[in-house]
C-alpha cells in the first residue's frame, strides 16, 4: 500500500494525474484505486477521492471495498440514507465484513443515537481481530454519553495496547479527572512509565497531576524527567516555569521559558510569563520589554496590558497608564477589567467624563462590581451632576441592596437636591457602618455634621 507517498514515489497516482490531465481513460486495479482515494482522502482532496472512485465503481461495480469507500464518504457528506442503503446491498455481497457494522455506528453516532452505536461496535468485537481501533470507538461513544467509568475500561484498554497512542492517553486522563481519580491517573502513568522511562509525554502529564495533589517537588522532578525524555519538549519547560515561579525561583523559571522559546515560534504567554518574573526581580525595564513584545505578538494579549498599566499605576504615572488603556482597549474593547482600569486612571487625573465611560462599559458588560457603580457616582457628583448620580445609586441599589458605601453617596446626592430631611435619615441609620470617602468628603459637610 502507497498511502500519503508523493506522487514522485506513487506511480499510480501520477498515472491517474495524467490521465484526468489528458482525458484518457486508463485502467486500474481496484487496489490501485483503493490507495489513489486513500490518497486524496488523507490530504482531504475529496474532490479528486470522488472522481477516482466514481472511475474506479465503473470499472470494477462489485468490489466491496471500493463500495465500502464510497459508503464512507458518503456519510462524510451526511448523505446518511444513501449510505445506510449502500451498506445493504455491500451487505449481500460480503454479509460478515466488520467495516459494514463499523460504518453504520458512525451514522448512528453522527445521528445522536450513541447506545446503537455501542450495540454495533461492540458487535464488531465479536468478530474482529484487531480490536484496538473498536475500543478507541467505543470509548469514545461512552464519551458522549457521559459515561466515564466505561469510556475510562476502553481507553485504557489501548493505551495498554499501545503506550504511544497519546490520544487516547488524554482521553483516559480526561475521564480519571472527571471522576475525580487522581491517584488512579497517577498509577496509571507510573505503570506506562515502568513500561517506557522516556515516555515524555507520560512525565508530563503526571507533573500536572502532582501539582493537583498540591506535590510541587515530584511535579517539578516529573517535568525534569519529561525534558530528559525529550530536550524539545515546550511544554514540559513552561510547566516547570510556572512552577518555579511559584516557588519563588525567578531566575529559573525565566531561563525554562526563555529555552522554551529555543524549539517553538515565540508566543505571548511565555513573554508574559518572563515579564512578569523581571517584574518580581526589580528588572523593571526588562520586563516592560518582554511584556511589550507579549503585545506586539498578540494585541489582545489581556494579562500583559495590565501588567504593564498597573506597573504604571503602582509608580503613579497616571499619564502614561491613560495612554496604554487606551491603546489596549483598541484590541480588547469587551474587558471589563481594562474598563476598572481606565476609570480608575481617568478618575486620578480628574477626567471625570472618561471615568464614568469607564464604569458604565464595565458595567454593561456585565461586571457589577461595587466598585465600578461608586466610582461612577463619584465621577457624577465631583462635576455636581446629582441628578444623574442619583439615578446611577437608585440603580446600584438594586444590585447591592442596603450598602451604606451606596447609601452614603444616595444620602448626600439627596441633600444637594433639597431632601434634606430624607438625607438625614438614610445618613443617621448607616453613619456608624461606613468610613466617609476621602474623595467626596467635602462635597456634603453639613449632611456629616462636622
Keep these: 500500500m502507497f498511502d500519503n507517498l508523493s506522487e514522485d514515489a506513487n506511480p499510480s497516482l501520477t498515472k491517474f494525474e495524467e490521465m484526468l490531465r489528458t482525458n484518457e481513460v486508463l ?5 490501485e484505486f483503493e490507495n489513489i482515494i486513500h490518497h486524496y482522502i488523507d490530504f482531504a482532496q475529496f474532490n479528486l477521492a470522488k472522481k477516482a472512485l466514481k ?36 451487505e449481500r455481497i460480503s454479509p460478515d465484513h466488520e467495516e459494514i457494522l463499523l460504518q453504520r455506528a458512525d451514522i448512528s453516532s ?5 447506545p446503537k452505536a455501542i450495540q454495533l461496535l461492540e458487535q464488531v468485537l465479536e468478530i474482529t481481530d484487531e480490536p484496538i481501533e473498536t475500543w478507541n470507538l467505543l470509548a469514545m461513544e461512552h464519551l458522549f454519553l457521559e459515561d466515564y467509568i466505561k469510556a475510562k475500561i476502553y481507553f485504557h484498554k489501548c493505551v495498554k495496547e499501545n503506550a504511544l497512542d497519546y490520544q487516547s492517553l488524554y482521553n483516559l486522563l480526561y475521564c480519571y479527572e472527571q471522576l475525580g481519580e487522581e491517584i488512579q491517573a497517577i498509577n496509571t502513568l507510573n505503570n506506562l512509565l515502568e513500561i517506557n522511562p522516556y515516555n515524555e509525554v507520560a512525565w508530563h502529564q503526571l507533573g500536572k497531576l502532582y501539582i493537583n495533589i498540591n506535590k510541587p517537588d515530584e511535579a517539578l522532578s516529573a517535568f525534569e524527567f519529561a525534558i530528559i525524555s525529550d530536550e524539545c519538549f515546550t511544554g514540559a519547560y513552561i510547566e516547570k516555569g510556572k512552577l518555579l515561579e511559584k516557588k519563588g525561583r525567578f531566575n529559573e523559571a525565566i531561563d525554562n521559558y526563555e529555552f522554551s522559546l529555543n524549539f517553538n515560534d515565540p508566543n505571548a504567554f511565555v513573554n508574559n510569563r518572563i515579564g512578569l518574573c523581571h517584574l518580581k526581580l526589580g528588572n523593571d525595564k526588562l520586563a516592560i520589554k518582554y511584556l511589550e513584545e507579549s503585545i506586539k505578538l498578540e494585541p489582545s494579549y489581556e494579562k500583559s496590558w495590565i501588567a504593564i498599566i498597573d506597573f504604571l499605576i503602582d509608580n503613579k504615572d497616571y499619564l502614561k497608564a491613560q495612554l496604554y488603556v487606551k491603546k489596549s482597549l483598541q484590541s480588547n474593547s469587551d474587558s471589563t477589567a481594562l474598563w476598572k482600569k ?5 478618575f486620578q487625573l480628574n477626567f471625570y467624563e472618561e471615568t464614568a465611560v469607564g464604569c458604565e462599559t464595565a458595567i454593561d458588560l456585565g461586571d457589577q462590581d461595587l466598585n465600578n457603580w461608586t466610582l461612577w457616582m463619584d465621577s457624577l457628583m465631583l462635576v455636581n451632576d446629582w441628578q444623574k448620580a442619583l439615578k446611577i445609586g437608585e440603580q446600584a441599589l438594586q444590585y447591592n441592596q442596603k450598602n451604606p458605601s451606596v447609601l452614603y453617596r444616595l444620602a448626600g446626592c439627596k441633600f444637594r437636591l433639597g431632601n434634606k430631611n430624607e438625607a438625614h435619615l438614610i445618613f443617621d441609620r448607616i453613619k456608624n457602618e461606613i468610613k466617609i470617602p476621602r474623595n467626596i468628603n467635602h462635597l456634603f459637610p453639613e449632611l456629616i455634621k462636622i
Design 342 to 346: 481606565s476609570a480608575m486612571i481617568h
Design 55 to 90: 472511475m474506479g465503481m465503473e470499472q470494477h461495480p462489485q468490489n466491496v471495498e471500493l463500495m465500502l469507500l464510497k459508503s464512507e464518504i458518503l456519510i462524510f457528506d451526511g448523505e446518511h440514507k444513501q449510505a445506510e442503503d449502500l451498506l445493504v446491498e455491500i
Design 110 to 114: 453522527k445521528k445522536k443515537d450513541h
Design 27 to 31: 485502467f486500474f486495479d481496484s487496489l
